[in-house]
């Protein structure tokens, strides 16, 4: 028997593959002869994109097209647990057709939460990765959802596209043990409503191919526009603008990999500052002013008493319910406000750090 949640996902999808019968084929991009960029390392070699001037097709599927799309570069995993140890990384994505990925999530909507293990490079492939599992996760109202990553870099375009599209979307981002996160990596890392990294995370110096540059100067006016795209997209994302000038500094042949005291000084660790003020905008107006100060004070204290380093994610998660009731939570006047009220009835508990508050 059809489960009653599915059926609205079937209606769609029927609509979806009449859609996919167009005989209409997708262009590629036009690039007004722009010169090519290049990638942020992908394993310390440089690659070469265009500057797309042309509108590129979405790459978030709709009601009535579901293009074409493969993961050429990398492998992607769904799991409904936090815990890789124990339950593993789930089943292997083949296809990223429609409905593989609701066979693939369905019980992650039972679990209310899914974990997408992807392990590659940073190109359209992912891109399509990233919207097509939010599409699903939007459609079943999975609302934990996190990115578990191993990635050396890719395309600069690509990860400021699929950055873009995770910041507006819910997506944790874990880095964790023996995992990396080098290169383009990073600005998929930025975008993360939180981002939790036990392993590796390295920035070099991005360049320009077929440069006509013959001095310094001329090298420098080339890379000030994209070096301006990087900045921007940083500091929209609550990262240190600068740390796209620190890249400027590493040479593409090297690697520098940040330690946890520039991870945190640069905002690439932890919280998202940019959704955290988003997010307390909002409660304030949803809940009241009272209502955000007191869970301002309970953020700062659960940092000063709960994120002990070592400490177990479940001690961590302990100590903050206990926390709570010191100011006032949980609150029944704005419930799904409260801290940590998303893991309350979980059954697999989630890093603290990983939280998004809704």
């Given at each position: 028997m059809t489960k009653p949640w599915l059926l609205p996902i079937l209606v769609s999808a029927f609509i979806a593959a009449l859609g996919g019968c167009s005989d209409e084929t997708p262009t590629s991009d036009a690039t007004d002869g722009a010169p090519p960029v290049v990638?942020?390392?992908?394993?310390?070699?440089?690659?070469?994109?265009a500057r797309v001037?042309?509108?590129?097709?979405?790459?978030?599927?709709?009601?009535?097209?579901?293009?074409?799309?493969?993961?050429?570069?990398?492998t992607a995993r769904v799991s409904c647990h936090y815990d890789y140890d124990r339950e593993g990384d789930g089943d292997r994505i083949g296809a990223l057709e429609f409905f593989n990925l609701v066979d693939r999530l369905s019980?992650?909507?039972?679990?209310?939460?899914?974990?997408?293990?992807?392990?590659?490079?940073?190109?359209?492939?992912f891109t399509a990765l990233m919207a097509r599992v939010t599409e699903?996760?939007?459609?079943m109202e999975i609302r934990n959802r996190v990115l578990?990553?191993?990635?050396?870099?890719?395309?600069v375009e690509e990860a400021i596209r699929v950055g873009d599209q995770i910041a507006e979307s819910g997506w944790s981002i874990w880095v964790r043990n023996r995992s990396l996160c080098h290169s383009a990596c990073v600005l998929v890392l930025a975008a993360g409503d939180t981002r939790s990294i036990t392993g590796k995370v390295g920035i070099h110096r991005l360049m320009r191919l077929k440069s006509t540059a013959t001095t310094r100067a001329e090298l420098n006016d080339e890379l000030r526009d994209i070096t301006q795209q990087l900045r921007d997209y940083l500091s929209r994302n609550g990262v240190a603008a600068h740390l796209a000038d620190r890249m400027m500094t590493i040479p593409a042949r090297n690697l520098l990999l940040l330690t946890t005291a520039e991870l945190r000084q640069y905002g690439l660790s932890g919280t998202n500052a940019a959704q955290e003020d988003l997010d307390r905008i909002r409660v304030a107006?949803?809940?009241?002013?009272?209502?955000?100060?007191?869970?301002?004070?309970?953020?700062?204290a659960f940092d000063n008493q709960c994120m002990e380093p070592g400490a177990a994610f479940e001690s961590m998660?302990?100590?903050?319910?206990?926390?709570?009731?010191?100011?006032?939570?949980?609150?029944?006047?704005?419930?799904?406000?409260?801290?940590?009220?998303?893991?309350?009835?979980?059954?697999d508990q989630a890093p603290p750090q990983m939280l998004r508050q809704e």
């Amino acid at each position: 028997m059809t489960k009653p949640w599915l059926l609205p996902i079937l209606v769609s999808a029927f609509i979806a593959a009449l859609g996919g019968c167009s005989d209409e084929t997708p262009t590629s991009d036009a690039t007004d002869g722009a010169p090519p960029v290049v990638t942020l390392g992908e394993d310390r070699s440089m690659t070469a994109i265009a500057r797309v001037r042309a509108p590129t097709p979405p790459a978030t599927p709709d009601f009535t097209y579901w293009p074409p799309a493969t993961l050429d570069s990398g492998t992607a995993r769904v799991s409904c647990h936090y815990d890789y140890d124990r339950e593993g990384d789930g089943d292997r994505i083949g296809a990223l057709e429609f409905f593989n990925l609701v066979d693939r999530l369905s019980d992650c909507r039972e679990a209310g939460m899914v974990r997408l293990r992807y392990e590659g490079k940073i190109d359209a492939g992912f891109t399509a990765l990233m919207a097509r599992v939010t599409e699903i996760a939007d459609r079943m109202e999975i609302r934990n959802r996190v990115l578990d990553i191993d990635s050396v870099g890719g395309q600069v375009e690509e990860a400021i596209r699929v950055g873009d599209q995770i910041a507006e979307s819910g997506w944790s981002i874990w880095v964790r043990n023996r995992s990396l996160c080098h290169s383009a990596c990073v600005l998929v890392l930025a975008a993360g409503d939180t981002r939790s990294i036990t392993g590796k995370v390295g920035i070099h110096r991005l360049m320009r191919l077929k440069s006509t540059a013959t001095t310094r100067a001329e090298l420098n006016d080339e890379l000030r526009d994209i070096t301006q795209q990087l900045r921007d997209y940083l500091s929209r994302n609550g990262v240190a603008a600068h740390l796209a000038d620190r890249m400027m500094t590493i040479p593409a042949r090297n690697l520098l990999l940040l330690t946890t005291a520039e991870l945190r000084q640069y905002g690439l660790s932890g919280t998202n500052a940019a959704q955290e003020d988003l997010d307390r905008i909002r409660v304030a107006r949803k809940c009241g002013e009272d209502f955000a100060r007191r869970r301002d004070a309970f953020g700062r204290a659960f940092d000063n008493q709960c994120m002990e380093p070592g400490a177990a994610f479940e001690s961590m998660a302990d100590c903050g319910r206990a926390l709570r009731g010191q100011f006032g939570f949980p609150d029944q006047r704005c419930p799904d406000e409260t801290p940590l009220a998303r893991f309350d009835n979980a059954g697999d508990q989630a890093p603290p750090q990983m939280l998004r508050q809704e």
